[in-house]
């Protein structure tokens, strides 16, 4: 029995039609705000675009080959990530079919109005169809974020503490040790709080009452309460979070090493002591999706840090060129075919 929550009739209304409508219209909205935003700097910046243009027409192909083949262990990666929670959840499915369906749903993601959205149902949807049960498939990919986040975040913190205090940006950095520590701190609060049993028997009184009449509700609870048992079942003992703690870290400095061999295929300086600052922060910019495959935003912040740790303008938008086209433009023809082959495929065994 599939743990997905019921849909309505063929004739009935849809709920979420007016929701899904809105994400469509934002997308192309976003989609236009960045095509003329991309407009109007390309004709306020022409002589560092021919700059970029130049440097990239030398661009050192080999060490070029070096900066995609980090780009695909990065992939990998997280795939292996992603395996290694469902199996710790008792679904073995192999490595290549992880890999073919995060590359699959990383397209969907970057390229479709609601791209997270859709990509995270047909992730679940892909795992089904090869035996993986709803709730395995959602605690694992939610457990995945997890563990992406809190890495990337001591990332964030280590770039920080690395950079020069007396540095350019001097309050950025603090900035950014202000706030890991204000979370962290929030974080040390709500785990105190949960602690308090008469506060867990408060909130489970509240959080039964909200399904108490309403079956749709009471659907939508019984799926996280499976999505949560399976969290709880598939965590290991805290040795064990130590191989997805790294792989998430090989996802992580194989992307940051991907920035940096752009620049060294280019035959610049890696601002290093802002460098590490710089990637976390606007990977965490990007995480917001305020544009389709963060278009526009990811680009203007990560050639704005670039040029305050000492970039010519020239040089810094030409190394964010060259690393978006490796991180993002071409893995959106690859993550279709992948994203066609897995849809297409027919799995031996499959869930009813």
Same mark, same amino acid.
């Given at each position: 029995?599939?743990?997905?929550?019921?849909?309505?009739?063929?004739?009935?209304?849809?709920?979420?039609?007016?929701?899904? #409508?809105?994400?469509?219209?934002?997308?192309?909205?976003?989609?236009?705000?960045?095509?003329?935003?991309?407009?109007?700097? #390309?004709? &306020?910046?022409?002589?560092?675009?021919?700059?970029?243009?130049?440097?990239?027409? @030398? %661009?050192?192909?080999?060490?070029?080959?070096?900066?995609?083949?980090?780009?695909?262990?990065? %992939?990998?990666?997280?795939?292996? $990530?992603? @395996?290694? *929670?469902?199996?710790?959840?008792?679904?073995?499915?192999?490595?290549?079919?992880?890999?073919?369906?995060? &590359?699959?749903?990383?397209?969907?993601?970057?390229?479709?109005?609601?791209?997270?959205?859709? /990509?995270?149902?047909?992730?679940?949807?892909? *795992?089904?169809?090869?035996?993986?049960?709803?709730?395995?498939? #959602?605690?694992?990919?939610?457990?995945?974020?997890?563990?992406?986040?809190?890495?990337?975040?001591?990332?964030?913190?280590?770039?920080?503490?690395?950079?020069?205090?007396?540095?350019?940006?001097?309050?950025?950095?603090?900035?950014?040790?202000?706030? %890991?520590?204000?979370?962290?701190? $929030?974080?040390?609060?709500?785990?105190?709080?949960?602690?308090?049993?008469?506060?867990?028997?408060?909130?489970?009184?509240?959080?039964?009452?909200?399904?108490?009449?309403?079956?749709?509700v009471a659907r939508f609870q019984a799926s996280v309460e499976?999505?949560?048992?399976?969290?709880?079942?598939?965590?290991?003992?805290?040795?064990?979070?130590?191989?997805?703690?790294? *792989? /998430?870290?090989?996802?992580?400095?194989?992307?940051?090493?991907?920035? #940096?061999?752009? *620049?060294?295929?280019?035959?610049?300086?890696?601002?290093?002591?802002?460098?590490?600052?710089?990637?976390? $922060?606007?990977?965490?910019?990007?995480?917001?999706?305020?544009?389709?495959?963060?278009?526009?935003?990811?680009?203007? /912040?990560?050639?704005?840090?670039?040029?305050?740790?000492?970039?010519?303008?020239?040089?810094?938008?030409?190394?964010?060129?060259?690393?978006?086209?490796?991180?993002?433009?071409?893995?959106?023809?690859?993550?279709?075919?992948?994203?066609?082959?897995?849809?297409?495929?027919?799995?031996?065994?499959?869930?009813?």
């Amino acid at each position: 029995m599939s743990g997905l929550p019921e849909t309505a009739g063929p004739g009935a209304p849809d709920p979420d039609a007016p929701r899904r #409508a809105w994400r469509r219209y934002a997308w192309w909205i976003s989609a236009a705000a960045v095509a003329v935003a991309g407009g109007l700097f #390309a004709l &306020t910046h022409r002589r560092e675009l021919d700059a970029a243009l130049r440097l990239l027409h @030398r %661009v050192d192909l080999d060490r070029l080959a070096v900066a995609g083949a980090l780009e695909a262990v990065s %992939v990998v990666a997280l795939a292996a $990530l992603e @395996r290694w *929670l469902l199996r710790a959840a008792g679904s073995p499915v192999r490595l290549g079919t992880v890999t073919a369906i995060t &590359t699959g749903a990383n397209a969907m993601s970057g390229a479709l109005p609601g791209g997270g959205v859709l /990509s995270l149902g047909w992730t679940v949807r892909q *795992l089904q169809r090869r035996s993986v049960a709803f709730a395995t498939a #959602a605690a694992a990919l939610a457990a995945a974020g997890a563990v992406s986040i809190v890495v990337l975040v001591l990332l964030l913190t280590l770039g920080a503490l690395v950079a020069d205090p007396a540095g350019p940006a001097p309050g950025l950095r603090e900035g950014v040790l202000l706030g %890991v520590a204000s979370a962290a701190a $929030l974080g040390l609060v709500l785990a105190a709080l949960s602690l308090w049993p008469r506060l867990r028997r408060a909130g489970a009184r509240g959080w039964r009452g909200l399904g108490a009449g309403r079956p749709g509700v009471a659907r939508f609870q019984a799926s996280v309460e499976g999505i949560g048992r399976e969290l709880h079942r598939l965590g290991p003992d805290p040795r064990g979070w130590g191989r997805p703690l790294l *792989l /998430s870290a090989l996802n992580w400095s194989c992307d940051a090493g991907c920035l #940096a061999a752009c *620049l060294w295929a280019l035959r610049l300086p890696v601002p290093w002591r802002g460098f590490l600052l710089a990637y976390t $922060l606007i990977q965490l910019l990007g995480s917001l999706r305020v544009t389709p495959g963060s278009l526009g935003i990811t680009e203007a /912040s990560l050639t704005a840090l670039l040029v305050v740790y000492g970039l010519p303008a020239s040089q810094a938008i030409a190394a964010t060129l060259l690393y978006r086209g490796l991180s993002f433009w071409a893995l959106q023809p690859i993550g279709w075919a992948c994203w066609l082959g897995v849809t297409l495929h027919r799995p031996k065994a499959s869930t009813a």
